[in-house]
């Protein structure tokens, strides 16, 4: 079976320029653009009081059925699981233009026409004032997910990836991966892999790879300057077949620390570092790794999908040679699929910058659905 390499293009867009037209005497006149609210110079709280507090009423729980008349649930904004992983971009977007344009019910009304940007803004900072204990960190921090590099925000995720190469062959991995969030700073993933390799004049070997369960926790967070540091400790275990080149046959402790900085205009920076531990280094070697992404995210349309181009380097050194360190360049990009956001699809391409006789280029893909926002079939 012969393998093809596949590469994958990632382009931004590209922002169209305006072209000013010379008016002509018989043009037709237009009507003025309608004048945007001013700022009504009211409190976040007394703007929540008077617009919001008839449905969700003046503590934010959401008012009964039997005052708000219908039946869709209202959000309990006191929730600080539920209220604070949403994006501040996000608040607005609803606030603005209605439920519908995140895929919510259409009871949510837009106040875009009532009342100014200056107030909405208000009314979003008065929301997040409804989770009072200020461990929880806010939406901001939790930044796109490279390809490789682990991110330093715990989440509730279910992420697929696929990544094809041509190692000798033909290699196909397939990573099925759960992360669950615990309390405002922790959580848990585990990674279960799916193998396909092919070398030539051989059959495909195929099965389980190694199993592996991670805890993380955050060390600290800045939200007024967008910083973030996590740490985490990983176990693969020998669950694939070593003798088909599934599993590395050892069972090995990964320590690694993850950091995240927000940057003006939607910009962003992460970085991994850390080190594995085998039990039996005569099978896997003690290794030390380094990852770092810079990228930035923007909208085409003000309220619409969400694009992010983002460029990695990733180095990983083995400590049983002195051989010199492995560096890999990934330019990907990340889009949201769903109105809400919590799907999305990102591709990239690994590519070797050195040791190229040992390392091949792989394509990189995933599909990620944030669960915790809704089911996989909603908000679309």
Known sequence: MRFASTILITAAIALAASIGIRAAAQEPIRPAPAARPQ????????????????????????????????????????????????????????????????????????????????????????????????????????????????????????????????AGGAAFGNDFQYEHRIGARAGYEFTVPIEFQHSAGESYSRGLGDVAVAFKNVLFQTPAHGTMVSIAEEIAFPTGKETLGLGSGTTTFETYGAYAQVLPREAFLQAQGGFGLPTDTSKEARYVFWRGVGGWSFTPHRFGREISPMLELVGQKDLRTGESPQWNLVPEAQVTLSKLQHIRFAAGLQLPLNNRQSQSRVFMTYLLWDWFDGPFFSHW
């Open 39 to 166: 700022s009504s110079g009211l409190s976040g709280a007394e703007l929540f009081k008077a617009a919001c507090s008839t449905c969700h009423g003046i503590d934010g729980k959401g008012n009964p059925k039997s005052r708000v008349g219908f039946d869709f649930p209202l959000p309990d904004f006191t929730d600080c699981a539920a209220a604070t992983p949403e994006f501040e971009k996000d608040w607005f977007a609803v606030i603005y233009n209605g439920g519908p344009i995140r895929g919510f019910d259409r009871h949510m009304p837009s106040f875009g026409q009532a009342l100014a940007e200056e107030d909405i803004h208000k009314l979003v900072a008065h929301l997040r004032s409804f989770c009072a204990d200020k461990a929880w960190p806010h939406g901001e921090m939790n930044l796109p997910r490279p390809l490789v590099t682990e991110k330093a925000f715990p989440e509730n995720e279910w992420i697929y990836t696929l990544s094809v190469s041509k």
